[in-house]
C-alpha cells in the first residue's frame, strides 16, 4: 500500500502542484487548508509524512508542529516544514520543535521529492 | 573742642606739679638743713620773697608751656593718624594727611597713605575680578541655557539621586502633563522616576555606570500622553566625582517605533509572499518540465498557475516600491549590545530583587542588537512567571549559531501549555517595579526575535533567538571623557632647557562645531601665529576654515559666528592639518586649555598622515599656577588681568594672537616664582589641578 502523505498549506498554487507532484511519485495525497482542520485530520487518517507549511492562518505550523509532538498517538509521524521565511530563526524554532527536515520555499521539486524519500523511510529514532 | 583746651589743660597740670615741687623743694630743704643755714635760707625769703617766687613760678611756666608745645605738635598728629588709620578697609576714601613738619611722623602719615591707596587698588581690582568672574559665568550660564534650549531632544539632569536639577523645554512638553491621567509634573527637585511612573531611573543611573555597559543605558517608558519615550541616560560624571548626577535625553519615539513595525511588517509579508508565489511557479514549471506526459488539463492549470503568480508578483513589487518611496529607513531603536552585558545585567537586576537565578555567560564575546532593557526585563518577567507557577532551579544561558545567538531558560517543572504562554507573551512584562509599556509580543517583534517551549522528562526551556549583530567597529569604553594626557611627551634635553624669554613656539587656537569631539564635534577653523626667540610675530600667522561635512550647531555658530555657508567651500580637516603641520613644523605648542584643541588635532591628525605629538604649554594651567587664589583663568581675564587690550575674540587666530600676548606677560611673572625654562614650565603645569581636565 502506498504511503500517505498530508499537505497542509493556504495556498493554492502550491497546494495543486505538490498534490500532482506527489502523486506522480506514487504517494496517497491528502490535503489540508489550515492547522485546525490538520489537527482534526492527522488522528483518523495517519499519513506517514506532513509537508508543513508554516504560515497558516489562525494557528502556525509550529503550533501544528508542538501538538503533533506532544500527542502520544501521533507524534511518530514525519513532518517536513515548508518555510517561505526562509530566516535561519524560523529554522532553528522547527528544528528544535521536532521538525524532521525542512524545505525553504521556493524550493526544486526535485530535492523535494528526495527529501520527501530520504525522510519517509528513516527509520524513527523517537 | 577737646583738641583745643588740652594743650592748656596740660599746661596747668604741669605748671602746678613744678610749682608744687619747687614749694615742697624749699621746705624740705629748710627741714634738713642745719640751723643757721635754714635760719639763713628763712632770712633770705623774708628779704627777698619775690625772687624766690620767681625761681619758682618760671621753670613751672616753662615746663607747662613745654608741656602744650608737645601736645600739640607730636599727640595731636599721632591721634589724627589713628583716627584716619580706624578708616582703613572700611571702604571709604581716607582724609588726606597734612605733613605737621615733624620727620618721623610724616613719614608714618606717608606710609599710611600709601597702605590705604594700595589697598583701595586692590579693592577695587578685587570689585573688578568680582564683576568680570560673574559677568564669565553668567556668560556660561547663557552659553549653557542655549545649548540646552537649542536641543531637539528633552534633556533631564538629575543629581545622583535622580531629583532633577534641571530640565529643558521639549523635556517639559514631553513629561509635563498636568491635564492628563494620573497628571504629571515634571519640578526641579522631584524625584524623574515620581515623574514617570515605572521607569527605572535608578537601574539607568547604576547600569550607565557599570564597568561592563557602553556608558549609557536606554529604555522606553510611555508617557501618561500615550507617548512612548526612549531614554538614554548617560552619568554626569567627572573624573574626581563619579558621583555627580546624570543626564536623561529623552526623545518620543512613538511615530518611529509605529513607522519601523509598519516597515518591517510589510518587508516580512512581502516577502513571505513574493516566495510563496515563487515556489508556486516553480512547482508548477518543474511539473511542465518533469512530466510531459501529465494530461493537457493538468499542463494548462499548470500554466494558468505560472501565469497567475507571476501578476501578483508584478503587483507586490509594485506595492513595494511605493511602500519603500513613501517610508524612509525608520531609525534604529536599538543598540548592538554583547550578550555577556545583556546576561549581566539581567543578573544585577534579578539579584537585586532577590530572585535567585543562576547565569552562565558566553565563553566568546557575541553581539546582538537589542534593546537592552526590555529584552532584560521581559526575559526576567517570564523567568519569574516561570519561578512561580512551574518549577525551580532556574537557570539562564546563552547559545551562539551562525546566524543568531540564543537565550535560553531552562527550569525543572512543567512546561506552560500554550494558552498560558500566549498569555504571558501578550502580557507588558514587569520585573521588580520596572513596567514596559508594550508587550513581550511587542518587543519580539521589535527584535525579530522567534521564541518557543520545549520538554523533555520534565527539564524545560524557554527559548529566545535575537539575530546576531556585528560587533560594533569601536566599542565605547568608559565615561565618554577622553583620557588625554597633556604631559605624555618626554622633553629633549635641549628644548626643555631653553629659557621661556627664548622661546619658539607655535601659539595656535581652534573654533569647532562643539565641546564633544567623542560625539562627532569637528573643527571648523585653525588659527596660528608664532613666537621667534621670544618675541611675537604676528606676520607669520595661519589661519584656515575647514568644511567639518556635518552641519554647524546654531548655538555653536553664535560664539564664533562661523556659519555652514562660510565653509561650504571650504577643505575638509585632512587637507588643512597638513597646511598647519607645515607652518607649525617641529615647533613646541601654545595655547590656552591645550588639552581641548589638542583633542581636536589628534582625532584629524591621522586623516591627514601627519602627527602633532610635542610638548605643550597651556597658559591656563599656568595661569592657575600664578594666579592660584583669583577665581578667572580664562583667556579674556587674562588680557584684562594683563592690561592687554582686546582684540578679534571668538575667531582662531584672534585667540591665538591673544594667547601668545598673555604668554608673553606672563614670562616674567613665572620667573618670579622660578620658572625660568619650558622645562621648568611643564612641570609646574603637571601638578596645576587644571591638568586633571579631560576632554
Keep these: ?126 | 573742642m577737646r583738641s583745643d583746651t588740652r594743650p592748656w589743660i596740660w599746661a596747668a597740670v604741669v605748671f602746678l606739679i613744678t610749682f608744687a615741687g619747687g614749694f615742697l623743694f624749699y621746705t624740705f630743704l629748710t627741714f634738713i638743713l642745719a640751723e643757721e643755714t635754714s635760719s639763713a635760707l628763712i632770712a633770705f625769703r623774708q628779704d627777698f620773697l619775690f625772687v624766690l617766687l620767681l625761681l619758682f613760678v618760671t621753670p613751672a611756666i616753662l615746663a607747662g608751656l613745654a608741656a602744650a608745645l608737645m601736645v600739640n605738635r607730636y599727640v595731636r598728629p599721632v591721634e589724627k593718624l589713628s583716627d584716619i588709620s580706624s578708616l582703613l578697609g572700611k571702604n571709604t576714601s581716607l582724609p588726606e594727611y597734612s605733613p605737621s613738619g615733624i620727620t618721623f611722623i610724616d613719614r608714618l602719615g606717608q606710609n599710611l597713605d600709601a597702605a590705604a591707596k594700595r589697598l583701595n587698588d586692590q579693592e577695587s581690582e578685587m570689585q573688578e575680578q568680582l564683576r568680570s568672574a560673574s559677568r564669565k559665568l553668567s556668560r556660561e550660564r547663557d552659553t549653557l541655557a542655549t545649548i540646552i534650549e537649542q536641543l531637539q531632544e528633552g534633556l533631564v539632569v538629575t543629581n545622583k539621586e535622580g531629583r532633577i536639577l534641571l530640565f529643558n523645554a521639549p523635556a517639559e512638553q514631553m513629561l509635563s502633563l498636568p491635564d492628563k491621567n494620573p497628571p504629571t509634573y515634571l519640578g526641579l527637585g522631584r524625584p524623574l522616576d515620581q515623574v514617570i511612573e515605572n521607569a527605572p531611573v535608578q537601574l539607568a543611573i547604576d547600569e550607565s555606570r557599570h564597568p561592563d555597559g557602553n556608558g549609557s543605558f536606554r529604555f522606553t517608558v510611555s508617557s501618561p500622553g500615550d507617548q512612548l519615550l526612549q531614554i538614554r541616560a548617560i552619568p554626569a560624571s567627572l573624573k574626581d566625582d563619579p558621583d555627580s548626577g546624570n543626564l536623561f535625553f529623552i526623545r518620543n519615539i512613538t511615530g518611529s517605533v509605529l513607522k519601523h513595525h509598519k516597515e518591517e511588517e510589510f518587508a516580512d509579508d512581502g516577502i513571505r509572499r513574493v516566495r510563496d508565489s515563487v515556489a508556486g511557479i516553480r512547482a508548477a514549471a518543474d511539473n511542465l518540465k518533469n512530466y510531459p506526459d501529465a494530461g493537457a488539463d493538468m499542463q494548462e492549470q499548470f500554466l494558468g498557475l505560472i501565469l497567475n503568480e507571476t501578476e501578483t508578483i508584478a503587483a507586490l513589487v509594485g506595492d513595494y516600491q511605493k511602500e519603500q518611496g513613501k517610508n524612509k529607513p525608520g531609525e534604529g531603536l536599538n543598540q548592538v549590545i554583547s550578550l555577556s552585558a545583556l546576561l549581566g545585567m539581567m543578573q544585577r537586576i534579578s539579584a537585586q530583587s532577590g530572585l535567585n537565578l543562576s547565569f552562565s555567560f558566553p565563553e566568546d564575546e557575541p553581539y546582538v542588537e537589542a534593546d537592552a532593557c526590555s529584552v532584560s526585563i521581559s526575559l526576567l518577567y517570564m523567568t519569574g512567571k516561570i519561578k512561580e507557577l512551574m518549577g525551580d532551579d532556574i537557570r539562564i544561558a546563552s547559545e551562539s549559531a551562525d546566524e543568531h545567538h540564543k537565550i535560553k531558560i531552562s527550569w525543572t517543572g512543567e512546561e506552560p501549555d500554550q494558552d498560558q504562554l500566549q498569555n504571558w507573551i501578550g502580557g507588558f512584562p514587569e520585573f521588580d517595579g520596572i513596567k514596559l509599556p508594550f508587550s513581550m509580543q511587542t518587543v519580539m517583534q521589535q527584535h525579530r526575535a522567534e521564541w518557543w517551549t520545549q520538554s523533555e522528562d520534565g527539564s524545560c526551556e524557554f527559548n529566545m533567538i535575537l539575530p546576531k549583530a556585528e560587533k560594533p567597529a569601536s566599542p565605547k569604553t568608559g565615561k565618554g571623557h577622553f583620557d588625554f594626557d597633556l604631559f605624555q611627551f618626554s622633553l629633549s634635553s635641549e628644548i626643555a632647557k631653553t629659557p621661556l624669554k627664548k622661546i619658539t613656539a607655535t601659539v595656535f587656537d581652534t573654533e569647532t562645531t562643539g565641546l564633544y569631539p567623542s560625539d562627532g564635534d569637528r573643527l571648523i577653523s585653525v588659527g596660528a601665529v608664532r613666537i621667534l626667540n621670544g618675541k611675537l610675530r604676528e606676520n607669520q600667522s595661519f589661519h584656515h576654515y575647514i568644511n567639518p561635512g556635518r552641519p554647524i550647531p546654531e548655538a555653536s555658530t553664535r560664539i564664533h559666528g562661523i556659519t555652514d555657508e562660510m565653509v561650504a567651500e571650504k577643505p575638509n580637516a585632512a587637507h588643512c592639518l597638513k597646511d598647519f603641520y607645515r607652518f607649525c613644523e617641529e615647533d613646541i605648542f601654545i595655547a590656552h586649555n591645550a588639552a581641548f584643541d589638542m583633542r581636536f588635532l589628534e582625532l584629524e591628525q591621522r586623516g591627514a598622515g601627519v602627527d602633532f605629538s610635542r610638548p605643550v604649554i597651556d597658559t591656563l594651567l599656568l595661569s592657575t599656577i600664578l594666579h592660584p587664589n583669583l577665581e578667572g583663568h580664562s583667556i579674556d581675564d587674562l588680557a584684562t588681568r594683563y592690561g592687554i587690550k582686546t582684540e578679534t575674540r571668538h575667531q582662531a587666530l584672534g585667540d591665538a594672537i591673544m594667547t601668545a600676548r598673555v604668554f608673553l606677560k606672563m614670562i616674567p611673572l613665572l620667573a618670579g616664582i622660578n620658572i625660568h625654562t619650558i622645562e621648568d614650565a611643564t612641570r609646574a603645569s603637571r601638578e596645576s589641578v587644571y591638568a586633571k581636565i579631560r576632554y
Design chain 1, 1 to 126: 500500500m502506498s504511503k500517505k502523505i498530508l499537505i497542509v498549506d493556504d495556498e493554492p498554487s502550491i497546494v495543486i502542484s505538490l498534490e500532482f507532484l506527489m502523486a506522480q511519485n506514487g504517494y496517497n495525497v491528502f490535503v489540508a487548508r489550515n492547522g485546525e482542520q490538520a489537527l482534526d485530520l492527522i488522528p483518523e487518517l495517519m499519513p506517514d509524512l506532513i509537508l508543513l507549511d508554516v504560515m497558516l492562518p489562525n494557528r502556525s505550523g509550529f503550533d501544528v508542529l508542538q501538538l503533533i509532538r506532544k500527542d502520544k498517538k501521533i507524534r511518530h509521524i514525519k513532518v517536513i516544514i515548508l518555510t517561505a521565511k526562509g530566516r535561519d530563526q524560523d529554522i532553528t524554532k522547527g528544528i528544535s520543535l521536532g521538525a524532521d527536515a525542512y524545505v525553504t520555499k521556493p524550493f526544486s521539486t526535485r530535492a523535494l521529492v528526495e527529501k520527501v524519500k530520504e525522510t519517509i523511510t528513516q527509520k524513527d529514532e523517537k
